[in-house]
């Protein structure tokens, strides 16, 4: 039976000397507690909730949650944003026939969200010094950057001028974050010869001297420009180009430079110089 009010009615006393008069009572019947607690779940920083489940304790007669009115709704404060921690699940807003709820609290656990982190491979002439390594950065939640981090990790590697040629790993290590787990991915540094650049030379294109100090010259017939690049790739000379052309350097930091030649036929030609 529902919650709410019975009727009582006594009947079928018998005595020698009395005779009865009935009067009925009252069966009240009230609403039984029910347990309601939110399931425990765990989701990465930087996603959204997802639908939090509820557990109840305390059914009777075959009753489920089939039997309540009003379901229960399970939230937390927990957002995108919240860091990396703990947080509670409350619930609130059922309603049922015959059960009043004892709300208890349950658990988000906000687990460091997986972010990889590379190194650009690099290239440097034998003699030189390694360039700055360039990571990149793959895994990156609410529109976030590096500039979040607690701690970047430190790209090393085991070339120095006196190395030979070859091929030799820049490797990542250390760093941390509070919201973020680290996955590395290594890349490679290749030294080359300090030849100059032989792909423009094989191409009936000198340049001297290469090494160069303040300027060089490159010669060529039907040269139309010469543009200059840095190993960002960032272009940091451009100059219109003839038969012989003197190429100041003076005011560029030593290092490796990317040359890039055109002709007055659009013929592209790449090579590199040193600056020392």
């Known amino acids: 039976s529902n919650v709410g009010n019975y009727t009582i009615v006594p009947s079928g006393a018998e005595a020698q000397n009395y005779s009865f008069v009935y009067q009925n009572g009252t069966l009240t019947i009230t609403k039984r507690f029910l347990s309601v607690t939110p399931d425990n779940t765990t989701r990465e920083y930087g996603d959204y909730n997802t639908s939090f489940t509820v557990s109840y304790s305390g059914f009777v007669n075959g009753d489920n949650a089939g039997s309540i009115s009003t379901d229960p709704i399970a939230t937390s404060e927990a957002t995108q944003t919240s860091d990396v921690g703990t947080y509670d699940i409350t619930c609130s807003g059922g309603n049922a026939i015959n059960y009043d709820f004892t709300y208890n609290t349950g658990t988000l656990t906000v687990t460091k969200a997986p972010l990889t982190i590379g190194v650009y491979n690099a290239t440097r002439m034998q003699g030189q010094a390694n360039p700055n390594f360039t990571l990149f950065y793959s895994g990156f939640k609410n529109n976030e950057n590096y500039l979040v981090l607690n701690e970047l990790p430190v790209a090393i590697c085991a070339a120095d001028e006196t190395s030979s040629t070859g091929f030799y790993e820049i490797a990542l290590s250390g760093g941390s974050d509070n919201n973020y787990d680290y996955t590395f991915i290594n890349g490679t540094l ?16 000198s340049i001297y001297p290469n090494p160069a100090v ?35 350097i003076s005011h560029l930091p030593n290092g490796i430079y990317s040359v890039r030649v055109i002709s007055k036929e659009g013929v592209i030609r790449n090579g590199k110089v040193v600056k020392q």
Not at 190 to 205: C, F, H, M, R
Not at 216 to 239: A, N, P, R, T
């Open 190 to 205: 290749e030294v080359t010869p300090l030849t100059g650049i032989t792909d423009l030379s094989a191409q009936g294109i």
């Open 214 to 248: 303040d300027k060089f010259f490159i010669e060529c017939e039907s040269l139309l420009l010469i543009k200059l690049y840095d190993m960002l790739g960032k272009e940091v000379l451009s100059q219109n180009a003839k038969d012989k052309t003197e190429i100041n």
